[in-house]
């Protein structure tokens, strides 16, 4: 009798201890999913990926004048282009930053020109870009003003290089049009940001390797031309990527392959003109 009712209290806590380690583990579920879905949260959708700012970095730095390596190495403490071009999302983790959110791009209306379009009051890619600059030219300026702004400037001429960062505003540059990425929910913008180049497998180094393999003819003619020009090229694709997609479409290999040669030139022309900016402000 005595041994029947020790067995039941010791059935008894054994199940209220695997209750409790069940309930234990599915919080734990729950927290590594929510730390795992966090960074999503943070950041949105609008971070050109770190490989795409990399290999616009590091294209860059094969197109620099000898007087601006110099500036730069001085600036820079050494590190390298690509090193530095993710600064601009990086900082995103830390609200004092949270200024700097409209810089990464603009939005106006299909068809228009952005020298047309009505301004944001919190500033955008360009305005942000003509700071950058006006900053790091003036010498009086600290050195830190002008590192950071520096830094700013590198990630910016990447990202005015992302078609769907020189957007429309009512569907948030592409950020409300869903789609799938091999099965995955993504969008538009998305897809531009990060599913395309991740999925080519290509390290930062590797793709700049391959991709900068231009004429000096064909260099100078990527180089025409200034950031309003820029935006506008990059406003006019954004415009044809709205066409690529239907709402929840099935996207994969077929878009990667309509597509790759699209990012592959917009990564090209993002380092030479980066490297032109710099050149040109360091001369
Ligand atoms: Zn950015």
């Not at 590091?58 to 197109?63: C, E, L």
């Not at 995103?92 to 944001?120: C, F, Q, T």
């Not at 694709?237 to 997609?245: A, M, N, P, Q, R």
Request: include cysteine.
């Amino acid at each position: 009798m005595y041994i029947a009712k020790r067995f039941r209290k010791l059935n008894f806590a054994c199940s209220k201890v695997s209750t409790l380690i069940r309930q234990y583990s599915t919080k734990m579920k729950k927290t590594v999913l929510l730390l795992l879905l966090l960074p999503m949260f943070m950041f949105g959708n609008t971070i050109w990926s770190k490989t795409g700012h990399r290999v616009t970095g590091q294209i860059a730095q094969n197109h620099l004048k000898g007087k601006t390596k110099r500036a730069l190495n001085d600036l820079l403490e050494g590190h390298s282009l690509a090193f530095v071009s993710t600064y601009g999302d990086d900082i995103k983790a830390d609200r004092a930053y949270n200024k700097y959110s409209p810089w990464h791009y603009v939005n106006y209306p299909l068809g228009i020109s952005y020298k047309d379009s009505e301004k944001s009051k919190d500033g955008d890619i360009i305005t942000a870009i003509e700071e950058c600059k006006a900053i790091i030219k003036n010498k009086n300026n600290s050195r830190e003003d002008r590192i950071f702004h520096l830094k700013m400037l590198v990630h910016l001429i990447g990202d005015l290089h992302q078609p769907m960062h020189a957007s429309r505003e009512e569907d948030k540059g592409g950020n409300d049009i869903q789609v799938q990425w091999f099965g995955q929910g993504s969008n538009l913008h998305r897809v531009w940001d990060q599913n395309l180049i991740e999925s080519y497998g290509m390290t930062y180094t590797e793709l700049a390797h391959e991709l900068d393999k231009v004429s000096k003819k064909e260099v100078k003619k990527m180089q025409e031309g200034t950031i309003y020009d820029w935006v506008d090229e990059s406003h006019q694709i954004c415009g044809e990527l709205y066409d690529s997609v239907k709402v929840g479409e099935k996207l994969g290999y077929q878009y990667a392959y309509n597509y790759n040669d699209l990012l592959f030139e917009q990564l090209q022309k993002g380092g030479l003109r980066l490297a032109k900016v710099l050149n040109d402000l360091f001369e």
